[in-house]
């Protein structure tokens, strides 16, 4: 299984709501990720977890708070956003300290902060 | 600083025809990984280049990698439709984080 789910799929949200992003692997992955991308750009790296430990986080505005309840989760909660969040919030995982560590993405969640 | 560059940005081209993408980048590394996007959607991984001298193949697709040069190729043969699509290449840094390119948008025209 070389499935990374990420739910929802879409997301609508005013700038006063509170909702969360979900993300999961069974790959026995040991870092994930969390990535913002805008159209026509690459992906931005936001936050990186190894061991379920937070080891990366790229100045993200603390409006975005991350968790990692286990090696298989990772959610990415979100309050009082601003409209130039919008964007496609990708989870990623891979392998550590073996391999190739070849990032594996999610589908994303597209987000609309209105 | 690693810093990649992608070119060209944008390529349109006929099916049929042959073409490259280049990826350079600044400082050392040897691991170096090629995604595909389709529009609204997520990233596909393509190729993983760990060495220099790497080659991989997959069907109409070929990357390679040269080290010492700092340079990737992502070269199309015989392009079709269907390989329409934007183009990243992402190095990975001292950190184990990637650098990503700014991506190719490819458009193949019938």
């Known amino acids: 299984d070389t499935e990374v789910t990420q739910t929802p799929k879409h997301l609508v949200m005013g700038m006063t709501n509170k909702k969360s992003l979900k993300c999961e692997q069974h790959?026995?992955?040991?870092?994930m990720y969390w990535y913002k991308q805008k159209a026509k750009k690459p992906p931005e790296l936001m936050f990186v977890y190894s061991y379920e430990k937070l080891s990366i986080n790229e100045s993200v505005p603390s409006r975005f708070s991350p968790e990692c309840p286990n090696s298989s989760l990772l959610n990415l909660h979100l309050h009082a956003l601003q409209p130039e969040d919008s964007a496609l919030y990708l989870c990623?995982?891979?392998?550590?300290?073996?391999?190739?560590?070849?990032?594996?993405f999610g589908p994303g969640t597209r987000l609309t902060v209105t | 600083e690693l810093k990649v560059e992608q070119n060209p940005l944008f390529l349109s081209m006929q099916e049929g025809k042959n073409y490259t993408i280049y990826c350079n980048y600044s400082t050392t590394s040897d691991r170096l990984y090629w995604y595909r996007q389709d529009p609204g959607k997520s990233l596909e991984s393509l190729f993983v280049l760990l060495s220099n001298g790497a080659v991989k193949q997959e069907g109409r697709l070929m990357a390679s990698l040269d080290t010492k040069a700092r340079l990737s190729t992502l070269h199309i043969t015989a392009a079709v439709h269907d390989l329409s699509a934007t183009y990243f290449c992402?190095?990975?840094?001292?950190?184990?984080?990637?650098?990503w390119g700014a991506g190719t948008k490819l458009i193949i025209k019938p």
């Open positions: 990623a995982s891979s392998q550590i300290l073996s391999g190739t560590y070849e990032q594996y």
């Open positions: 992402a190095v990975m840094d001292s950190n184990y984080q990637l650098i």
């Open positions: 790959m026995g992955h040991r870092a």
